[in-house]
């Protein structure tokens, strides 16, 4: 018996557990501090009135013979699939509802997917980057290349005609810079994916966030993209489902490789290692996109949406660099007077009491940057911007 020893390869604990280490031990050493977290992207409104009545309704069903359900199907309730495809419609993009998988979260699909993917395979992933996706594929022993987002480029990194690689990932709006691709960069990564046979991971977990023309909430926006492209999103940051876990992942039945349809191999992967979201909470995803439900969320998005401007306004006033506010819930900002990222997070938790995340966890091209998220509640990212202003206008 041995270990699979590409887990030996990864750091010692997660980004996010070694934050949660140093507030917890900066709490404990002076518990009359007040401390605002800023830092981890957890959603603080609850769950909208339609989706809760929606779940209730579900609970009593479970609670009768009559209505009660077991085993669902594991690609999703027809219900909520049908919900799904009718939201995408209404954006203009056209899907079969057999295309969408429903799942317990995007984090979840963004790691499993690799299990259709041969090892040997190479992955492009933008630095500075959500964690998991290199995690993932360290953890599977593939070869990962990295392509650079930096302030130059926006944070938008463009395909490089000398990059070979067979599976890329792209976060847009992006964690955790902020940054959003439009319609017409999209085309660039889907021209470039089809002409090499290669796919593309695509995570739009953040895509209710863009407000502007011309940037793409989903890749299926962009011609060709169904014949290379695997979408991935989420309801945690949409509709607050963080602790309720519901998300899909879009698989066209035109992406195909070698003849092999990539949708029947995601069908057959879940159908094997997964039973599906439970019933009560896809009746609440479903309350999701009903007229009810989308007035709901859009005015707890709004809240989010504010806070984001409040934190812009601070740095704005400060004179700092930052990406990200305007289209998506994360503030991306250069850390003062050439700090590196974890002196500043101690600097700012130090004197102002306030958590965000240090861009070097993210990888190389994230030091001397840091994260802040708009999830807080408005009276807390009121106080923090305060506190932030306060301490760096000095």
């Known amino acids: 018996m041995k270990f699979n020893e590409n887990y030996l390869k990864l750091k010692e604990s997660y980004l996010f557990s070694d934050i949660a280490r140093r507030v917890n031990a900066f709490a404990a050493a002076h518990p009359d501090k007040k401390v605002l977290r800023m830092g981890i992207g957890d959603v603080t409104l609850p769950l909208a009135p339609a989706v809760v009545e929606a779940m209730q309704k579900?609970?009593?069903?479970?609670?009768?013979?009559?209505?009660?359900?077991?085993?669902?199907?594991?690609?999703?309730?027809?219900?909520?699939?049908?919900?799904?495809?009718?939201?995408?419609?209404?954006?203009?993009?056209?899907?079969?509802?057999?295309?969408?998988?429903?799942?317990?979260?995007?984090?979840?699909?963004?790691?499993?997917?690799?299990?259709?993917?041969?090892?040997?395979?190479?992955?492009?992933?933008?630095?500075?980057?959500?964690?998991?996706?290199?995690?993932?594929?360290?953890?599977?022993?593939?070869?990962?290349?990295?392509?650079?987002?930096?302030?130059?480029?926006?944070?938008?990194?463009?395909?490089?005609?000398?990059?070979?690689?067979?599976?890329?990932?792209?976060?847009?709006?992006?964690?955790?810079?902020?940054?959003?691709?439009?319609?017409?960069?999209?085309?660039?990564?889907?021209?470039?994916?089809?002409?090499?046979?290669?796919?593309?991971?695509y995570d739009a977990a953040y895509e209710r966030f863009v407000a502007e023309q011309g940037l793409a909430r989903s890749i299926f926006e962009v011609e060709g993209a169904k014949t290379c492209a695997i979408e991935f999103c989420s309801l945690s940051k949409t509709a607050g489902f963080t602790g309720t876990r519901c998300g899909y992942t879009v698989v066209p039945h035109a992406l195909k490789r070698g003849g092999i349809s990539c949708n029947k191999l995601w069908l057959r992967r879940q159908t094997t290692k997964f039973n599906g979201v439970a019933y009560i909470v896809q009746r609440g995803a479903e309350a999701v996109f009903t007229p009810a439900g989308q007035a709901q969320i859009e005015a707890n998005l709004a809240v989010y949406r504010r806070n984001a401007q409040r934190l812009s306004a601070c740095l704005d006033d400060l004179g700092i660099f930052y990406t990200g506010g305007k289209n998506s819930p994360y503030i991306w900002m250069q850390c003062p007077g050439g700090m590196d990222s974890w002196k500043f997070f101690d600097y700012l938790l130090e004197e102002a009491n306030v958590v965000g995340t240090p861009g070097s966890g993210f990888g190389k091209n994230g030091e001397g940057f840091f994260r802040l998220t708009a999830f807080a509640s408005e009276e807390a990212t009121e106080e923090a911007a305060g506190r932030i202003r306060k301490l760096l206008g000095r």
Do not use: H
Not at 166 to 195: F, H, K, M
């Open 58 to 201: 579900a609970v009593a069903e479970m609670g009768d013979k009559a209505t009660f359900r077991g085993y669902g199907p594991e690609q999703g309730y027809d219900f909520l699939r049908e919900a799904v495809r009718a939201d995408y419609a209404r954006r203009g993009v056209t899907l079969a509802a057999d295309e969408i998988f429903v799942s317990d979260g995007a984090k979840s699909d963004v790691g499993n997917i690799l299990d259709l993917f041969d090892v040997s395979n190479a992955v492009l992933i933008p630095d500075p980057v959500y964690p998991v996706y290199v995690d993932t594929n360290v953890m599977a022993g593939r070869r990962v290349l990295f392509a650079d987002a930096t302030r130059e480029n926006g944070f938008l990194p463009m395909p490089d005609e000398k990059v070979e690689a067979d599976i890329i990932y792209l976060c847009s709006p992006n964690n955790p810079t902020g940054a959003a691709y439009s319609v017409e960069q999209l085309r660039r990564w889907v021209e470039y994916a089809n002409a090499r046979g290669a796919v593309i991971l």
